[in-house]
């Protein structure tokens, strides 16, 4: 079984094999370092030309690549943690993402940006954020953020090679070593192309008395989660959407709908973020159906710590989605 590092290898290996136009561009990613995380380690030795090490400067090589992309190539570009983001925050808000209609959609910008986010590994406040809510619901950008449930290296590929729009697409450090699974009750749905939802059931029969829905990182807690819940005799879904936006709607809400009882769930900090907007959606769709109000779980909103003790009190936890579940059930 591949780990979620290995698919995502693999996705990019495939994608420079496929189109001579895919290009890699970041910091420290050539053999034989490989990357901060070895996720583009021996790509450069078979396609010395196109994997390509940055200077370190993330706003620069970004606006290469928009640059690249407007030219016909399909650039990756590869954000060594997700925090940097805030650095070329300009080239993503003002331009990859509103070229296509300032110029009447005459142009197109087809932009891969990954890079790892969360924390877990006592990087401190400026290395372990989750910051995707800061691009969530721009115009023109789509945000992808797998779970190890998902095939990461069908999805990346289809992003590099089909995806004619910029895409965010987040890789939680913590999954990089798990291997993907497929599991007996899972069930997967494409509502918006190229990026899956995946639900998985810890039960065979009979309907879910809580559905708790989830992306990325989060899969690491919530898989295990659902085998304790079941020894408790609790029928959960468990939810993944890999597209945090644009939102497949129509089956977060259909899952929703199976019970009534909802628990959302991110490591992004509380306040304004995409547990806000998923609640929202969802009490417009199942008006009168909810058995009880949408829990929502986020990290706490303040810096990220770097002492372990402490981090773990920061970020969101398996415990914390457990008292959830049972409070709904209260």
Not at 187 to 204: C, H, K
Request: with cysteine; charged share 20%; net charge negative.
């Amino acid at each position: 079984m591949a780990s979620y590092l290995s698919g995502l290898q693999s996705g990019l290996k495939e994608a420079l094999t496929a189109n001579r136009k895919v290009i890699v561009l970041g910091e420290d990613i050539v053999d034989p370092y490989g990357g901060a995380f070895k996720v583009t380690k021996g790509l450069s030795t078979c396609f010395p030309e196109r994997v390509i090490s940055t200077p370190i400067c993330e706003g620069g090589f970004t606006g290469v690549a928009v640059g690249m992309a407007l030219r016909g190539f399909r650039p990756v570009i590869e954000i060594m943690f997700g925090d940097f983001l805030t650095l070329c925050s300009d080239q993503i808000v003002n331009h990859m993402a509103k070229f296509p209609d300032m110029y009447n959609n005459q142009v197109k910008v087809p932009l891969v940006i990954r890079t790892p986010m969360g924390g877990g590994r006592g990087y401190g406040a400026t290395h372990s954020q989750s910051l995707e809510k800061m691009f969530l619901g721009i115009p023109g950008i789509k945000v992808v953020a797998p779970s190890h449930l998902h095939a990461t290296n069908d999805i990346l590929k289809y992003a590099i090679l089909n995806d004619d729009d910029p895409v965010l697409f987040i890789e939680n450090k913590l999954l990089y070593p798990l291997e993907q699974h497929v599991h007996v009750f899972m069930e997967q749905s494409v509502e918006i192309s190229g990026y899956p939802t995946v639900a998985l059931r810890n039960f065979s029969t009979g309907k879910p008395d809580v559905t708790i829905i989830a992306y990325g990182g989060l899969s690491l807690e919530i898989v295990p989660l659902l085998a304790k819940l079941h020894d408790d005799e609790l029928n959960v879904n468990a939810v993944f959407p890999s597209s945090l936006w644009p939102v497949p709607v129509e089956t977060l809400t259909r899952y929703g709908a199976q019970c009534g009882r909802i628990v959302l769930c991110e490591e992004s900090s509380a306040g304004f973020n995409w547990g806000s907007e998923i609640a929202a959606l969802l009490y417009e769709n199942l008006h009168g159906k909810l058995a009880a109000p949408i829990a929502r779980l986020a990290s706490a909103s303040q810096a990220i710590p770097a002492a372990r003790q402490l981090e773990i009190k920061t970020l969101i936890s398996a415990q914390d989605i457990e008292n959830a579940v049972w409070e709904l059930m209260s």
